[in-house]
């Protein structure tokens, strides 16, 4: 059975921190590439991050509104994606979800979603996120 599972969101005062993960299985992790997605309340689901992790290199994408605060990495020895979530503000606010989809979708329009969240073939239930002013 595939899933995909986030956890380590919470509640955080502005300025603050919180590490979400990303944990994989049922499919070949090296294979996918995984991005992450928020949607606050009455909004689209927006893209976060995305990182390619069956490149050497790591290609990551990241959206310009977290760009320098945020950073997405990839554990492949645990199946995991991480998204550090640095200098919090109450913007970012949402529910995180991180999704799996072909290495070639992490690319400059990564977070290109239709209604059914394709291109990205697998996505996690979510986990809160909460930034207090």
């Known amino acids: 059975e595939v899933q995909l599972v986030e956890s380590g969101g919470g509640l955080v005062q502005a300025g603050g921190s919180l590490r979400l993960s990303c944990a994989a299985s049922g499919f070949t992790f090296d294979d996918y590439a995984i991005g992450w997605f928020r949607q606050a309340p009455g909004k689209e689901r927006e893209g976060v991050s995305c990182?390619?992790?069956?490149?050497?290199?790591?290609?990551?994408y990241y959206s310009d509104s977290v760009k320098g605060r945020f950073t997405i990495s990839s554990d492949n020895a645990k199946n995991t994606v991480y998204l550090q979530m640095n200098i919090l503000k109450p913007e970012d606010t949402g529910v995180y979800y991180c999704a799996a989809a072909d290495p070639q979708i992490c690319g400059g329009t990564y977070y290109i979603i239709d209604t059914a969240g394709r291109p990205y073939d697998y996505w996690g239930q979510g986990t809160q996120v909460t930034v207090s002013s």
């Open positions: 990182i390619s992790s069956s490149s050497s290199d790591g290609y990551t």
